[in-house]
């Protein structure tokens, strides 16, 4: 995990084939996730990145599908 230009960046381990998606919501328990980015796997370390979008409080989550 690295920040980036007011966003940030994760890398993670994939798998070949699957879909791995960003997403991120304003509230802990409250509101839709809404997708920011997505990749689909090889099965090597890959990178997800949000953007420089500034909000006091934000939760992320990386969804595998």
């Given amino acids: 995990l690295s920040r980036l230009n007011g966003g940030f ?8 084939g699957m879909t791995y998606f960003l997403e991120a919501r304003d509230a802990f328990g409250a509101g839709s996730w809404t997708t920011l980015t997505n990749i689909t796997g090889d099965g090597l370390l890959r990178t997800l990145s949000s953007s420089g979008e ?8 990386v969804r595998l599908q």
């Fill in 54 to 61: 500034r909000k006091p409080h934000r939760f992320y989550r």
């Fill in 9 to 16: 960046s994760i890398g993670i381990p994939t798998i070949s």
